[in-house]
Each structure stands twice: as C-alpha cells, then as structure tokens.
C-alpha cells in the first residue's frame, strides 16, 4: 500500500488549502482513512478520519468547523479542505490509513508540509 500526500504549500491566515492523497496498492474502500499533522518540536497528532463508506467523520477539537475531510473511493484518494487556517495549523501533514478502526491505522503517507503565515 503507498500514500501519496500532496496539496501543502504557504498561505497566510485566514487562507484555504486542500490536501489531497491518492492511495495505490490496495482496495481503497476497504480502508478507514486518517489525516494527521506533526509540528515541529511537537508529536504527531489526530486531525480528521473518514470512515470506508465516507459515512461518517471525525475531527480534533482544533479543526471543527474549519477543516472538512471527505473520500473518493472511485478515485482511490481522500481530501482534507482547510479553511480559515491560522498559524498553529503550520505542520507536516500526514495520511493514513487503516483495516479496523478510525484509531488504528496501518499505512502513512510521506508528508505535505503547510506553512500558515500570520
């Protein structure tokens, strides 16, 4: 299974982002998706999950209402809209991706980096 995260770049506060990441390898529907971001000097922490269907989501507390995670089975890829972005979100983002549970997951991406400007 490869991840392939993309969509990172520079934008200032207040601005929007979409990271995307296309999965290969694998059935795609199968897999309870994550989003994930590590900031530096900090540990890597949850950001949002989709469950195999898309049904249902789940965000941290930090990113409600400002970030949206949705899924493309057909395209094999999850999304990850960031909207109303404010500095703290500055981090290396991660996909992942898992059999079982939206808190387990088995496969992760390299790595998009967001830099929010304030």
């Known amino acids: 299974v490869q991840l392939q995260a993309s969509g990172g770049g520079l934008v200032q506060a207040g601005g929007s982002l979409r990271l995307s990441c296309a999965a290969s390898?694998?059935?795609?529907?199968?897999?309870?998706m994550g989003w994930f971001r590590q900031a530096p000097g900090k540990e890597r922490e949850f950001v949002a999950a989709v469950t195999w269907s898309g049904g249902s989501t789940y965000y941290a507390d930090s990113v409600k209402g400002r970030f949206t995670i949705s899924r493309d089975n057909a395209k094999s890829t999850v999304y990850l809209q960031m909207n109303s972005l404010k500095p703290e979100d500055t981090a290396v983002y991660y996909c992942?991706?898992?059999?079982?549970?939206?808190?387990?997951?088995?496969?992760w991406g390299q790595g998009t980096q967001v830099t929010v400007s304030s």
């Open positions: 390898g694998c059935t795609f529907s199968n897999y309870v």
């Open positions: 992942a991706g898992g059999l079982r549970r939206v808190d387990e997951y088995d496969y």
